[in-house]
């Protein structure tokens, strides 16, 4: 038999009781992850009177969606009025309400059938993504690659958003995380940074949500910037 490595086991222990894993089998969707949406949803809806960020009519794009959880939640709040297109580099099994694009977002050849997804205007309500690079084990890698990443979502969204519109991007914590959410608050009207219940304690992501997106907007003198950890705008 071959012996498996200590991670491994405590990864396969902690799946095995994990509630969240337990509940994803339980509402038919394919990763546990999609509770971390529905708990951010969640909390803006608690803000704002009961209205979350994702609602029905929305035009949602959602940037590494494979396996699929996050679109099956954002499918269902937008509804049929609605339009999600979801886009991943690895293949990925139909979701009813959302169109599954095979593709890099980096990649221009992927913009025209993304903008057509969107509709007549080409521009979304909402952006989402919950990617991360592939870590490689060292740090300082890991936490470049993460930046890296997080800088093109940032770029793709402010490309492709509707004034007003709003986004839902994973960061990590690193020398470039502060920057980041600096560089948000001077397009978004509202910006929180939020470690939803559903984010594993050990993970390092954190989730950047912005609302009331203003394309033309001008930087902050970095005077203005915040220190300390960032929460609301």
């Known amino acids: 038999?071959?012996?498996?490595?200590?991670?491994?086991?405590r990864w396969l222990e902690e799946h095995r009781n994990d509630p969240y894993v337990a509940a994803a089998r339980r509402d038919g969707y394919r990763s546990?992850?999609?509770?971390?949406l529905i708990e951010i949803d969640a909390a803006m809806a608690a803000r704002n009177g009961g209205r979350g960020l994702l609602h029905r009519g929305n035009v949602v794009v959602e940037l590494g969606a494979a396996p699929g959880g996050w679109t099956q939640v954002a499918a269902v709040r937008v509804g049929a009025a609605g339009r999600v297109v979801a886009l991943d580099l690895l293949p990925m099994d139909p979701v009813p309400g959302a169109l599954i694009l095979l593709g890099d977002f980096l990649d221009d050849a992927i913009l025209e059938p993304l903008r057509a997804g969107l509709g007549p205007s080409g521009q979304a309500d909402v952006v989402l993504s919950d990617m991360a690079p592939n870590m490689t084990g060292f740090k300082v890698a890991d936490q470049g690659r993460g930046a890296l990443l997080a800088e093109a979502a940032f770029d793709f969204a402010f490309s492709v958003l509707r004034p007003g519109g709003g986004?839902?991007?994973k960061l990590f914590q690193g020398p470039d995380f502060h920057g980041q959410v600096r560089r948000a608050r001077t397009h978004f009207d509202f910006?929180?940074?939020?470690?939803?219940?559903?984010s594993r304690d050990r993970s390092a992501e954190l989730y950047l949500i912005g609302t009331g997106f203003r394309p033309d907007s001008v930087s902050f003198p970095e005077e203005f910037s915040d220190r300390g950890m960032p929460c609301e705008s």
């Open 1 to 9: 038999m071959t012996n498996r490595r200590p991670s491994s086991a």
């Open 32 to 36: 546990r992850a999609a509770y971390k």
């Open 167 to 169: 986004v839902v991007l």
């Open 191 to 198: 910006v929180k940074v939020e470690k939803p219940p559903a």
